[in-house]
Structures are given as structure tokens and as C-alpha cells.
């Protein structure tokens, strides 16, 4: 039996003018539109699909990292300030004056120290400086005995409120005294000197910075600068200080 071919029928897509003559298939009008457009609107939504998933990570890691910016930061403890107890330098100045016969040949003068102290148990300081001093000659004479000091102080004393330190100490010093000029006709010569100093103050600490009053007398068990006087004397002083402990 003959087989019957039916026709084909028209597309229902009107041809493009410029491809007029070709057979539909070449010309892609065949294609509906919108299968034509999938793979630009597919690569379109995997685009957005990428960006949404950046968006969404940018603000994850923003919100897990708020907490520790805002977090307060932890205050530093703040180190306590040294007391009496912590090694230090402290600078005294004040006046002289001798007793005996060098207190008659001489008037009131003035002195400048440099001192460091150490702890050495809990209340007891030592101290070790330098400390000079000149007393001018009484009138009508015209010269000064100068004197220069290296000794060391063993210090004791309870501290009161925190910031408070009565104290009495005693030591020892080698001072060399050299009288100018030499031509004034006194009886002092140079020469060397021992003493024993013995001590009683106050302190008062802010923070680290130490001031304090402290009058100190000065027995002289030898001396050679003063070699006709029977009587040399012994030096009185008094003075203001003010220090830093470490």
C-alpha cells in the first residue's frame, strides 16, 4: 500500500526579512524566544545567586565580629607606688654651726647631700652619701672651713598611715676640713676629721617623691685640722630634704 505524506506545516513563527529563502532551521527562528534566552538568564541568576551568598558572609563575619569590638577593654591595674620600704636618693640642705672653739672661730654656714638609701630589713634603711659644708670665719677675719663628708646612716622607724616616717639613726663619716686661705692667722689647718653622727627626722611620701625635715649631730672623735685646740667642738645641722624611692 502507497504510504501518504501529509504536508508540512507553516511555522508559526514569521521569518526574518534577512532570512528569506533559507530554510528555518538555519535561520535559529525556529527556537522560541524563550528557550533562547535560558542560558543568558540561567548564567544571570548563578551570578546572583554567588552575590547574595558574598552578601550573606560579609554580614555573618560582621555581626560575629561586633561582640569583640565592642568589647570594653579590661582596665590595667594600676602598680602601687614604692613606699619607705623601696631603695631611693634623696638631696638635704641646711645650716651648720660648731660648738667648742671652732664654733667661736666660726659663724653658721650651710651644707648640701647627696644621699642613697637601701632597705636592708622591714623599718631599717641605710643611707650612703656625700655631704660638704662651709662655715665663714667670724669677724673681723675674713675665710671659711670647708668640710667634706663621706659617711653612711643606719635609719629606723615605724611608718605611720601610709605616708609618714618618724625615724632616729646613728653611723659614722670620715669629713676632711681645709680652711681657706691658709694666711688668716686661725688655729685650723688641713686635715681629716672622724664623726659619728646621730640623727632624728620625719618623712613624708606622696606616690614616689619623698620630703622631710631632720636636725643631726655630729660627734668628732679625731680630728687633726684644729691640732692647739683642746676643745675642737662638735657640729650641729639642720635641714629639709627631698628624694624619690624606686
Not at 89 to 118: D, H, I, M, P, Q
Not at 175 to 188: I, R
Request: aromatic fraction near 8%; hydrophobic fraction near 40%; glycine fraction near 14%.
Amino acid at each position: 500500500m502507497a504510504r501518504t505524506l501529509s504536508p508540512p506545516r507553516p511555522s508559526s513563527v514569521a521569518a526574518h526579512p534577512r532570512c528569506a529563502g533559507f530554510p528555518t532551521f538555519l535561520s535559529g527562528n525556529n527556537v522560541p524566544p524563550k528557550n533562547r534566552e535560558a542560558p543568558r538568564r540561567t548564567r544571570e541568576g548563578a551570578f546572583m545567586n554567588r552575590r547574595c551568598g558574598w552578601g550573606t558572609g560579609t554580614l555573618a563575619a560582621a555581626l560575629l565580629a561586633s561582640p569583640a569590638v565592642a568589647e570594653t577593654p579590661r582596665a590595667v591595674k594600676a602598680q602601687p607606688a614604692p613606699g619607705f620600704g623601696a631603695s631611693g636618693l634623696t638631696v638635704r640642705s641646711g645650716v651648720t654651726t660648731w660648738s667648742g672653739n671652732v664654733g667661736r672661730e666660726t659663724g653658721v654656714g650651710a651644707f648640701l647631700a647627696l644621699l642613697g638609701e637601701v632597705p636592708i630589713a622591714s623599718g631599717v634603711g641605710l643611707e650612703l652619701g656625700y655631704e660638704g659644708s662651709a662655715n665663714g670665719y667670724a669677724e673681723p677675719r675674713r675665710g671659711t672651713l670647708w668640710r667634706h663628708n663621706g659617711g653612711l646612716l643606719a635609719k629606723a622607724g615605724p611608718t605611720l598611715f601610709s605616708q609618714w616616717k618618724p625615724f632616729v639613726g646613728a653611723g659614722a663619716g670620715v669629713s676632711y676640713f681645709h680652711p681657706t686661705p691658709m694666711d688668716v692667722g686661725t688655729a685650723f689647718e688641713k686635715g681629716w676629721g672622724a664623726e659619728v653622727p646621730l640623727a632624728a627626722g620625719l618623712e613624708y611620701r606622696h606616690n614616689g617623691v619623698t620630703a622631710g625635715l631632720r636636725a643631726t649631730y655630729r660627734v668628732l672623735v679625731a680630728r687633726d685640722f684644729a691640732p692647739n685646740s683642746a676643745d675642737v667642738g662638735n657640729l650641729f645641722s639642720a635641714d629639709l630634704s627631698l628624694g624619690a624611692r624606686f
